[in-house]
Every structure is written in structure tokens, then in C-alpha cells.
């Protein structure tokens, strides 16, 4: 099956859904500097995949697709960072953290299925 949009990539739909999560955990939050970092990191993991997907080359996709998952991995630690700063309760981050991870190994899985087509 060849994907003919973004909308229809798993992974950039899992990034939304994890991205409404953060900016609804985080929209009282007083800490308006890391409130605005994570809401913007998780915004970038989807959006970068979109953008990288329309730039029509695999290449590029991938190059977006790492920067996706670099993304992801800033909101993982500030997640763990919420944490510690009793942000969040240990079973809110816990279940953020768990969505992270499931649309990193998504994104990961991308990125091989990807260059192992180019490569052959």
C-alpha cells in the first residue's frame, strides 16, 4: 500500500493524539517557559513528519523522520522532568512516557520499512 498523504501515516497520527494530550496535561500550567518547550516539542514530532513526507523524496522523509523522533525524545524527558517536579502525578507521565515510546519505535519502524525499499 502506498501512502498518497501524510494524514494517513499511523505515526503522524499518533503524534497528534500525543500532542492534544500535552497541551490539555499542561494548558494551567504556571511554568509558562517549559509549559511552552513541551507543547512545542510534541507539536514538532507530527509536524515534521508531514513536512518531511511532502518534501517527495525518501531521502528528505527520513531526514525529517529522525528530526521527528529527536523531537519525541525531547518530550520524554521533559515528561520524566514533570515528574520529578510534581508537574504531572507518576501515572499521568507514565502514560505520556508510554505514548512517546509507542510513537518513536512507530516512527523507527518507519524510517527502516523506508530505507530498506531505497536500498534495494
Do not use: H, P
Not at 50 to 72: N, P, Q, T, V
Not at 84 to 110: A, F
Amino acid at each position: 500500500m502506498t501512502i498518497v498523504k501524510f494524514e494517513d501515516i499511523i505515526a503522524w497520527q499518533k503524534a497528534q493524539d500525543l500532542c492534544v494530550e500535552i497541551y490539555l496535561v499542561f494548558q494551567n500550567s504556571n511554568d509558562f517557559g517549559f509549559k511552552n518547550q513541551i507543547q512545542r516539542a510534541s507539536l514538532s514530532i507530527s509536524n515534521n513528519i508531514a513536512e518531511g513526507f511532502d518534501r517527495m523524496s525518501d531521502k528528505e522523509f527520513i531526514r525529517f523522520l529522525y528530526i521527528a523522533l529527536g523531537s519525541c525524545s525531547e518530550v520524554k524527558s521533559m515528561l520524566y522532568l514533570s515528574n520529578k517536579l510534581n508537574y504531572l502525578t507518576q501515572e499521568q507521565s507514565e502514560k505520556l512516557i508510554n505514548k512517546s515510546n509507542e510513537v518513536g519505535k512507530i516512527i523507527r519502524g518507519l524510517i527502516k520499512s523506508i530505507s530498506l525499499t531505497t536500498n534495494n
